[in-house]
Structures are given as structure tokens and as C-alpha cells.
């Protein structure tokens, strides 16, 4: 006779945890249900697998955002960092897996430069496909937990994407917000105030 480490709920991951589709759960093997209930967190992992599947296809900044923050959560890091890195291989102009592999990595101990990197691209990448200033920004945000001086850079170029009228407002109250009592010390920051 075979015996299973499921067979005693005492070697279960989640003692409250009934799949309702085995003979532990159910000795008569009468089930009442047509397949086993999934855990919550199993469930949620399979979300975050579905919603990878369709953000590496199509770029979508809430779903890539909530992808990060549910994978990071979850305690699945290492796991998307390879598929992301994988699908970086075949594809390295992928702007989600850009997006991901640099959140995720920021998540890794000594990975903060590896981090940046995959971002600065991801965000040069995005202005030469064309993504909009909203959908960049994501790029900018999580770079600008790694480094906040050197990210900023990216949207103060001359002839960038940020170098108008409504640009200067933008960068002005970024640099406020971001900077505060040091705002004096942001390179550019007087011809931004000048406009």
C-alpha cells in the first residue's frame, strides 16, 4: 500500500484547505463538486500567470503595474524574472518584460544596476515605438526607486519628449515633488523654472 503525504491534513500547507475532490476531503468519494477547489493563493498565482501571458503580447500599464506588485506579494520574483528574462532573450525590445525584468530585479539584493539598466531601455525603447508619455512614466517611477537623480535625466534632455511649455510644468512639479529642499541642486532646474 501506497501512502501519500496528503493522506493527514497535518502535512497540508493550509490546515482550512478542503479541495473537495479527494478521498481525504471526501472518504465516500461521493463528490459533490466537478473538480477540486483551488487555494486562493494557487488561484491568484494563475492570475498573475494569465494576466503575464497577455501584457508580454500587449503593452498595458495598469495590468503590468499589478502584475509586478501581486508578483512581488506572492513572493514570485525569481519565477517571473526568468520568464520575463527568457522572453527577453528571443524578444529584448518587449517593452513589458523590459518593464518587468527591471521591477523585478530592483526586488533582488545586488541587482539595483541591473535593475536601472533594464529600465533606461525600456524607456529609450518605449520613445522609439512610440509609447505615450503616461505609459513611459512607469518606466521613470520604478527607475527613480533605484536612482532618482539619474532617472530624472531621462525627462530633461533637450528635445525630448518633456521640452515644451506643458513639459516645463511637468518637470518642474516632478522635481518638486521628487526633490524638494535639494531642488536647487537638479541639474537644468533653472531653465525649467525660466519656461
Do not use: H
Amino acid at each position: 500500500m501506497l501512502i501519500s503525504i496528503f493522506d493527514s491534513v497535518e502535512n497540508l500547507v493550509n490546515k482550512n484547505y478542503k479541495c473537495g475532490f479527494c478521498d481525504v476531503c471526501n472518504p465516500s468519494l461521493r463528490f459533490e463538486v466537478e473538480s477540486a477547489n483551488i487555494l486562493l493563493e494557487e488561484a491568484e498565482i494563475d492570475d498573475i500567470n494569465r494576466q503575464t501571458n497577455r501584457i508580454l503580447e500587449e503593452f498595458d500599464r495598469r495590468t503590468i503595474i499589478d502584475v509586478l506588485n501581486k508578483t512581488i506579494e506572492r513572493g514570485a520574483v525569481a519565477g517571473l524574472f526568468a520568464r520575463v528574462t527568457n522572453v527577453l532573450e528571443r524578444s529584448p525590445t518587449n517593452l513589458s518584460a523590459l518593464y518587468l525584468a527591471g521591477g523585478l530585479s530592483r526586488q533582488r539584493k545586488d541587482r539595483e544596476k541591473i535593475a536601472f539598466d533594464y529600465l533606461e531601455y525600456g524607456f529609450n525603447e518605449g520613445i522609439k515605438q512610440g509609447l505615450s508619455n503616461d505609459n513611459l512614466l512607469i518606466f521613470y517611477e520604478e527607475a527613480a526607486l533605484i536612482n532618482l537623480e539619474a532617472a530624472y535625466e531621462w525627462l530633461i534632455r533637450p528635445g525630448g519628449r518633456w521640452d515644451n511649455k506643458e513639459g516645463f510644468n511637468f518637470l518642474f512639479q516632478e522635481a518638486k515633488n521628487k526633490f524638494g529642499n535639494r531642488l536647487s541642486t537638479i541639474p537644468y532646474i533653472d531653465a525649467i523654472m525660466a519656461n
